[in-house]
């Protein structure tokens, strides 16, 4: 059977994996959702490896990261983790990160990180089903998630 | 016999390695406690690699970081190798560090020190005696080490 | 077939692969130009790493940063991705990466990608049509993408 | 014979491996020292590398680091290097490293040098003859290369 | 017939390849130069494996780096990469990078560009002619490359 993976942490503020799980069992029918919770951002890495060893075709994890200058070198840290498994292995692992100073309000980082995970959990689900050029269509389109697309520049 | 791998500092100015040892007697009954002791943090990511060479199945490490921009720089750099050491064996290393500068006084530095090791313990024999999902009933939910849990955020 | 890719973003807010097909149809005649579209621009490394699993000789990756401290960081782990890629694989992976923070207008930031795009899909092709040396005329000679070339230094 | 190995630079301003090589006769008895010099800090791992294949069972690098941004990043390439050598290998790799602004005057600086790189010299010797557990009677005691020990910090 | 490699960019403003060339022929008889030209910075690393992989011994890079911040970030990562290119393969790869910023004038800094080039050339070769402990007599000494030595501090 085939399977994707969703790697969450305890630190988060906001259960990600509950909009993932219900996105992805709408368009990814047939395939297992295997979870697996780690504490923080910097072991997302090694859980999405877990993951993709057990089988998975795809991960997406979901991270949340403080507003100190620690917290953004840890962010460092965990990116080139997950980008390192990816140019390891040629599998898709789509990164969710909401860092907590990117918000007014915590009912706007709540809305953000909803979001920006049933929208990436769709760009997964898009991209196992379809392949690579799922994408596509939008390409150079301004897509943002965590808040309303940007749409692209046109030249006068 | 099935062994965990504690890994510290001379450097680092409490005994965390005291505190884990009695979470993983507690939690983790019937694995070997292997302790390897390195100068500093940037040590730390061949001290678990010779740890998962001996067969351990988990790692823990104990870090301790100065205030220093530099200091800084060697946290990101020990960081990355820990993460990339997880991506290449998909082994559970568990980064405990404490910052010289996140607390105003000496005694706040070593109660944060004893918690987050303590809880990071914990965390770790949690998850090699119950697999991906042990942590899962908390994802999401603001867990800290260090300090108090700050919770979900709940929307209106 | 020889084949060369295309890696783009719908983070992105021009569509760069559509100068970079043109050239590269041009450029590089006989080649099946393979295109893949994913989110941002830290899935760009995981992008090149699949098309060079699939064959292709080089690959060309259009990515799109954003203007806060967060957006330079993934910059950073996206970019160090690229180059371990390259450091494991030895094959060609040309990075044309526009700022959003370097232009004062959206009309010049669109001109500054359709330039750095194009020129960039001319150096891809002659390197691969033409080897280690294909570049060497030009050696020292100051050329920029994204503008006018600013030329060597001459010494007095 | 067993070998142990030494990479410093021509760019320090200190003959650090004078004193390491002094210290390691004398802790290392029986053990070959090989020496390899380099010009400067972003050459050590290569180095390090080197020295490992040659056979030696761990190795100490002696790098020296200016004032300038440019110099941090060059640290931290280099830290990283250093770390991800370890990771691949298992080997000790005991990182020296003065910074030139972290004294006020060259006669604190050549002091600093000088007693970080004789003590982490007796740090990679104890480590090789005694093993893992060779540096825990001092674990978490604020041990300090360069200067005097901090101590512990002791909860009233 | 053993081989040397020269890899550079059409981004920098001084043809340091000329120097380089000039220096190796004199220095490394008998070995054939192989050049090889990129872009920018970002694609030494690539460059340096390609050069290593057809069986060059040692390699010298050619990088200029922008002033902006961004800039650094790039030379970071390229970085990164050429010292992770020195773990893997062990073998010597000589980086030479200028920095605008680091002159007033273009005259000086065409004027650092041959200095630099020319030393670590003359650096390479040595290591490549004599091994391990080629530059042994001058380590601690201060050496710069750019400018001039700035010698060893001396203990009163």
Redesign the interface.
Same mark, same amino acid.
């Given at each position: 059977m085939r399977c994707v993976g969703v790697a #969450?942490?305890?630190?988060?503020? %906001?259960? $990600? *994996?509950?909009f993932v799980v219900e996105e992805l069992e709408k368009h990814l029918p047939g395939y297992r959702i295997?979870?697996?919770? %780690? !504490?923080g951002i910097?072991?997302l !890495?090694?859980a999405a +490896?877990?993951?993709l060893?057990m089988g998975c075709e795809g991960v997406i994890t979901l991270g949340w990261v403080g507003a100190k200058?620690?917290d +953004?070198?840890?962010?460092?840290? *965990?990116?080139? /983790?997950?980008?390192?498994?990816?140019?390891?292995?040629?599998? &898709? %692992?789509? #990164?969710v990160t909401v860092?907590e100073d @990117?918000a007014e309000s915590?009912?706007e980082?709540? *809305?953000i990180a909803e979001d920006r995970a049933r929208k990436?959990a769709r760009?997964l689900a898009k991209?196992l089903r379809e392949g690579? @050029?799922?994408?596509?269509p939008?390409? /150079? $389109?301004?897509?943002?998630?965590g808040g309303p697309d %940007?749409?692209? &520049?046109?030249?006068?």
């Open positions: #969450d942490t305890t630190f988060a503020r %906001v259960d $990600m *994996a509950r295997v979870r697996h919770t %780690v !504490p910097k072991d !890495p090694g +490896k877990r993951l060893d200058e620690v +953004k070198l840890s962010y460092l840290a *965990a990116s080139t /983790g997950l980008i390192i498994l990816q140019v390891l292995t040629g599998r &898709i %692992v789509i #990164d860092h @990117e915590e009912e980082l709540a *809305a990436h760009n991209m690579l @050029e799922a994408l596509t939008w390409a /150079g $389109m301004g897509l943002r998630q %940007v749409g692209p &520049i046109t030249r006068r």
